[in-house]
């Protein structure tokens, strides 16, 4: 055989090598992505357990214990429909604030409900599309004469703020001390017992509070020092079409009108509604 055909033949081989070696590099790489989270996994464990089970802490009237005694709200509709579809049982597990997303990575509950979603958080869990966005509003009693985010920092008193909650850095952040509570209820009653001048929290769960105790009152701060959407959490390995069911379930709820009347019928404030609620 001459050098030139050996020349050819070592040439030739080379490609062909570097074909197969293609071929299978790429077979490797596809098996690979099938051995992540398989496509409809979250969604298949939650069939085969028979129940959808859905971390709630306390945040009334969004979330809370309900009349029969178990956790709910409006907030969770879209994730009692998608339950009623999927043909399993709705289960609420009472959680705290501060242990939502190591309850979701210790499998506690399939879903944190009412969680707002937070770069911190982020780097643990997933989450769903925004189910809804709130104001961060103060509450005072009403012969404190506090209007302001001004007037709370002024004070030099103690503020209150539940432990675990997304905003809870942000009034850190204002220099004031500050009263942790394990849950937005328990803040509110730390500044009612005169433990704080003021408690901060979500605009739904505060106004519900001075619906009910008309010696109290909102401040909204201007500008606004919080605003968030509120998402569902759900575990950091939830596979992508799981994940877009979720979503779904949240976006027909909203489409269907479906929501807003449970978040009407909860008697859920906005901002453009606060009325007398509002501090003058």
Known sequence: MSKTSQIIIAIVGVIVLALAGGYFGAGLRSNSGAGATENGAWIKKIKDSGELRVGIASAPPMTGEQKDGKMGGPNVLPLQNLAKEMGVKFTPVPAEWSKMVSGLQADRFDVGAYLDATSERSLAIQFTDPVYTYEGVWIVKSDSGIKSTDDVIKAKKPVAVASGTSYERRVVDLGVDIVNAEAIPQSITAMEAGRA?????????????????????????????????????????????????????????????????????????GPDNLGDLEMK
């Not at 009910?212 to 919080?226: G, W």
């Open 197 to 269: 001048v003021a408690a901060f929290g979500d605009l739904p769960t505060l106004a519900d509070a001075a619906q009910k105790n008309k010696s109290l009152k909102i401040v909204r701060p201007e500008p606004v020092i919080f605003k968030s959407d509120s998402n569902y959490g759900v575990s950091a390995d939830i596979d992508e079409r799981s994940l877009q069911v979720i979503n779904i379930a949240i976006q027909n709820a909203k489409n269907d009108g479906s929501f807003q009347a449970a978040l009407d019928k909860a008697g859920v404030i």
